[in-house]
């Protein structure tokens, strides 16, 4: 650290240009970290950070004479602020713990205390964790190992403040870089009266982002319109969009201020907007140039409406008229739950919390009590390391599931691995690495030639079944002959 | 009276290294003391035992520092006259934790490790019943 801090005093002058001064800085720099994942004694504190910028120890309690290198301070980072948090007060830790140290392939992590050092699972007494693996302490504390700047760019006052670790005012948990650099593009989003595009798959999030962006926006007092375009039906779409008079199209039906109506004042979330047929992309486009110029259905003078469109695809962007596409300034890519892992412990703690505030069984079975209070889960570390390191293509809804299937099959008062969550685990990750070897242009010829059946594709590409093909479709946005997609997802 | 802490760390150590010392050291002090265990009724059994080791580990980890000491055991003391816990029971519990931590340390527990925790038992109870 000392020879750093001549740097720092340099790094402090306002000379030269602001982009060689971030550079002389060093504000790209990234070194591994580790993020405490899981801990016996003290879960309030999972989320916590420490870089490892040169050799450190870790272990219970503060600075000591033994201790052969610095001590690991963690610190709840977030963008600006990084105080630094008192000591590990975990019994399961001896005083000093583990030796880590940087080296070229990663941190070399050496077990000095009582307790089992594993990496991703296995016992060692000295081993190289990498970016994405998992440190263990046997039933004391989990660690993932995760790439960090030392000091999170960007603001959070834009965000409405909340606790660490808890979800943010509309919902999405995550304290990782991903999850902040998100926060700050929703911001950025909601700061101007520019259309926005979502892009992500289903299950990262989009409807939440919607809701972030609305929020935001100086239109917050207004409504959020939030519709799925994949479930308008075709014939009405029009009527649904832009509105009608009584009786038009059809006798009968009641005058409505379409959901471009119903948004004025505020944010019209249209999620799935590939799937509006091509005719309809067009005319929103008028909408979306002239102040929201509209016509409703069976009326001759055009209306006006004051909206803001949040658009989502799952689908690559190609998948939208050109013309549509231009008209959306801001495009956020939603980050998926693969490129911010670290998150997944402190989303399945605030899941389980969920869960347990809607079930007195879930709540009763399965949680400790603090001074007559629902405190923190019984969680088996093994777990949140297997969690750690699934590949997930469903998200956050593909934990949710998984953790209410370790709930449904539990045998004891605690939630862990049971042989169903084992098999799911297994069954997923295999379809995920047996996939990752399918390319879109594969893909994409296989439809050609056998589209109407899925069955027979999945056959041709060498996958598991038509459910593990149908699932792959959908990752990129493209999907097989109807008939037989029925019972996917 | 010093206490000599890095006796008292290793037996501790070695004791929560093994699966389930705290637990056992309430089972060992309700089995004795049977009148005891309603008054457990605000944190579940697991909670209850983590913050006890916690604060075990706490105390000992300042043992060469009595300001830190005092102050570690200071807010525990305070609670525990509101929870209605009587001089004699530091006894009770005192017996508990010899017994557990002896049964858990085996063949490495020694006189000296015996001496080491009741002295600092006795200095800890000192320092929770003093007003
Ligand atoms: C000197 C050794 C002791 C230590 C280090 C200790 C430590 C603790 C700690 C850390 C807690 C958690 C809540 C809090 O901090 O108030 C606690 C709770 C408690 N302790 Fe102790 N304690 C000791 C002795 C005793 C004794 C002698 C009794 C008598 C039976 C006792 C009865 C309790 C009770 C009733 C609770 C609350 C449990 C509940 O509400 O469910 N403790 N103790």
Known sequence: MTNESNESNADDSELGLPWDRAARRGDSRRDLALVLAWSLDEPDRIGEVAVCRGALCLGRGGPSGDDPSPRAVFVRARPGESAPRPPFTNSRLSRVH?????????????QLGRAQLRINGRALAEGVAQEGDVVEVHNAATFFVAMRTPEMSGATSMTPAFPFASPDAFGLVGESEAAWKMRAAYAFAASTER?????????????????????????????????????LPESLIDAELFGNTKNYPNVGMPERPGLIGEAHGGTLFLDEIAELPERCQVHLLRALDDDGEHQRLGESRPRKSSFKLVAATNRPVDALKHDLLARFVHRVNL???????????????????????????????????????????????????RLLRHPFTHHVRELERLLWLAIETAE?????????????????????????????????????????????????????????????????????????????? | MSLDERLLRETLELALAGEGFPARFYEVLFSAHPEVRPMFHRNSA???????????????????????????????????????????????VGEALIVTLREACGSQWTPEAEKAWRDAYGLIVAAMTTP
């Open chain 2, 46 to 92: 697991g909670a209850q035992q983590k913050m006890f080791a916690q604060k075990l580990c706490a105390i000992v980890d300042s043992a060469h520092e009595p300001e830190r000491m005092a102050a570690e055991i200071r807010a525990t003391a305070a609670s525990h006259r509101v929870y209605g816990v009587r001089d004699e029971m530091y006894d009770w």
């Open chain 1, 412 to 489: 004891h008062d605690y939630i862990g691995m049971t042989p169903a969550v084992e098999a799911e685990l297994r069954d997923s990750a295999e379809s995920a690495s047996e996939t990752a070897e399918v390319t879109r242009e594969d893909l994409v010829r296989a439809l050609a030639d056998h589209g109407r059946s899925p069955t027979k594709m999945a056959k041709l590409l060498g996958l598991k079944n038509r459910y593990v093909l149908i699932r792959l479709l959908k990752k990129h946005g493209l999907s097989a002959g109807p008939e037989e997609t029925g019972g996917a997802s």
């Open chain 1, 98 to 110: 583990l030796a880590v140290e940087p080296v070229r392939e990663g941190l070399r992590v050496r």
């Open chain 1, 335 to 385: 980050v998926g739950l693969m490129e911010r892992r670290e998150d997944i412990p402190l989303i399945a703690g605030h899941l389980l919390q969920t869960m347990a505030r809607g079930s007195r069984f879930v709540a009763e079975r399965f949680f400790e009590r603090r001074a007559g209070a629902l405190a923190e889960p019984r969680l088996e570390p093994t777990l949140i390391s």
């Open chain 1, 195 to 231: 259309h926005v595009l979502l892009l992500g798959d289903s299950g990262a999030g989009k409807e939440l982002a919607a809701r972030s962006i609305h929020g935001l926006s100086a239109r917050r007092p207004g409504p959020l319109i939030a519709r799925n375009a994949a479930t």
